[in-house]
């Protein structure tokens, strides 16, 4: 398989090469040339593996670089660090089907891509005998998963900048109690803009990037995407055997249109099977608007209590444009240097008849996000997390007679402040968090200046 880039501006690349430039040369997504259809009979042939096994069929139809034994034990050691036997078990919670994605090391669905991508980075570096130094900012949601995809790995070091005393005391101490000689934890003094902005100019200075060879994990790297494509396969067939449906629905809280875009590729893969996704906002609903109204224009960002899905521009959202418009790069290269410009754009009638065949959309108030919460403990006894609910209320403006799967995105006790709102108690609290508190810690204080963390990078970079 080769991958090409959205833009149309680069020649193929191998899936090797695609992992390792992450964005393409000419500012596009990088895509694989083709997204295989399953026939029946392959269909019936994935049914019945387990999730690895599962994982594995799914990865070799979109990689033909990497031996298979090697494929195999990539995959191992990336679900190995995985608590439910299931990986993934979807579980019947009232009128819908729960796709829990939070049995990794750090409870959020974003283990279940970043644990494939540090074991690849270490293999692909490995083999080239080269290192990578991982530079990143987060504002305390999605660190963890980062950190915990790259510790301990060889050639590999990561470097995550966290704004000082302003992210959730779990969430800080998820990143701050990995304590392995190639994690940094800086805590920066000033905020998460601060953080955000430090990392930009440390990427845009080329030398500095070159010298350190530094590397990125964001959600836009192909694997990344990959992975993900397995669990909508794998609900697919277990809610599928169980309701005795030929077809089901997804609904997916949205941030970076990275989880959902890997549920669309899902859909090309299994065809009507999966009926259409269901993409859930809060209230920064940029994509809403662009399913229900044709409107894709960038607003404040608001923040809210799904705080991984407070984001305006959704990074991967030019992936689905290249599908949209029928794999025209030069129509998306126009459109996104539009965009870039006039931070809008908007689509036509036709265009919108397609998007609807693929999406349904509903934007989530906060306030409606805290009524779905407790609502839903009322009537099953099971607590959602706020993202979580977020696409469990969208789900319910769309009554349907097929079976809804609900992408649970994280463990509610990652979120204990907005469980403790709606519910008047906080959840209990699952054993990979219980004693964090008194683990040992590493993370060091630095001012907000480019040149303090530049100096840090230079004296630990590998
Ligand atoms: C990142 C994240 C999301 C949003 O996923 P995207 O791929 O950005 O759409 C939703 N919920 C949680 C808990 C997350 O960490």
């Given amino acids: 398989m080769k991958y090409l880039s959205t833009r149309g501006g680069i020649p193929p690349l191998s899936f090797k090469e695609a992992v390792l430039s992450g964005l393409a040369e000419d500012g596009g997504l990088i895509v694989p040339e083709r997204v295989p259809r399953l026939s029946d009979s392959e269909v019936e042939s994935l049914r019945h593996l387990p999730y690895q096994d599962l994982a594995f069929r799914v990865f070799r139809l979109f990689v033909d670089d990497i031996p298979e034994e090697d494929l195999k034990i990539l995959v191992a ?16 919670k009232g009128a819908f089907w729960i796709l829990e994605l939070f049995h990794g090391p750090t409870l959020a669905f974003k283990d279940i891509a970043l644990q494939f991508l540090g074991n690849l980075f270490e293999y692909l570096l490995s083999e080239r005998g080269e290192r990578m130094n991982i530079l990143g900012a987060t504002s305390g949601d999605t660190g963890s998963a980062a950190i915990y995809g790259v510790r301990g790995r060889r050639n590999l070091t990561i470097f995550i900048l966290h704004p ?3 992210v959730s005391p779990v969430q800080a101490l998820q990143m ?3 304590t392995d000689p190639n994690v940094f934890n800086l805590a920066i003094e000033g905020t998460f803009d601060d953080c955000q902005a430090i990392v930009k100019r440390l990427f845009a200075d080329l030398e500095f990037k070159r010298r350190y060879r530094l590397g990125a994990v964001n959600s836009i790297n192909w694997a990344r995407v990959l992975a993900q494509i397995v669990y909508y396969l794998w609900a697919y067939f277990r809610v599928s055997e169980a309701e005795g449906a030929e077809r089901v629905r997804f609904s997916v809280p949205t941030g970076n249109f990275g989880d959902i875009f890997a549920g669309y590729l899902a859909r090309r893969m299994l065809g009507d099977r999966v009926e259409r996704l269901i993409l859930a906002t809060n209230e920064n609903d940029i994509l809403t608007r662009f399913v229900t109204r044709g409107d894709y224009s960038v607003r404040q960002v608001v923040p809210t209590i799904s705080p991984s899905m407070d ?7 030019e992936r689905y444009l290249y599908y949209l418009w029928g794999e025209d790069a030069g129509r998306v290269r126009e459109a996104m240097e539009r965009f870039a410009e006039e931070k809008r754009l908007s689509f036509s009638e036709e265009d919108l008849a397609r998007v609807r065949r693929d999406f349904l959309s509903a934007s989530v108030s906060q306030e409606e996000t ?11 006894g099971y ?12 789900a319910r403006e769309f009554p349907s007679d097929l079976p809804t799967i609900c992408l649970a995105t994280a463990h509610p006790a990652k979120f204990p402040e907005a469980v403790s709102r709606a519910l008047g108690f906080p959840p209990p609290v699952p054993e990979p968090l219980r004693d964090l508190e008194s683990r040992p810690r590493r993370v060091v204080i630095l001012p907000a200046e480019v040149e303090a963390v530049r100096r840090f990078i230079s004296e630990h970079a590998l």
């Fill in 77 to 92: 050691r990336s679900y190995g660090t995985f608590t439910h036997p299931d990986i993934t078990p979807v579980v019947r």
């Fill in 176 to 178: 701050t109690t990995v």
């Fill in 164 to 166: 000082h005393g302003r």
């Fill in 311 to 317: 984001i305006q521009v959704a990074s991967n959202f």
């Fill in 383 to 394: 607590i959602l997390d706020p993202h979580t609910a977020v696409g469990v209320r969208a």
């Fill in 370 to 380: 805290l009524r779905t919460i407790r609502e839903f403990y009322q009537e099953t």
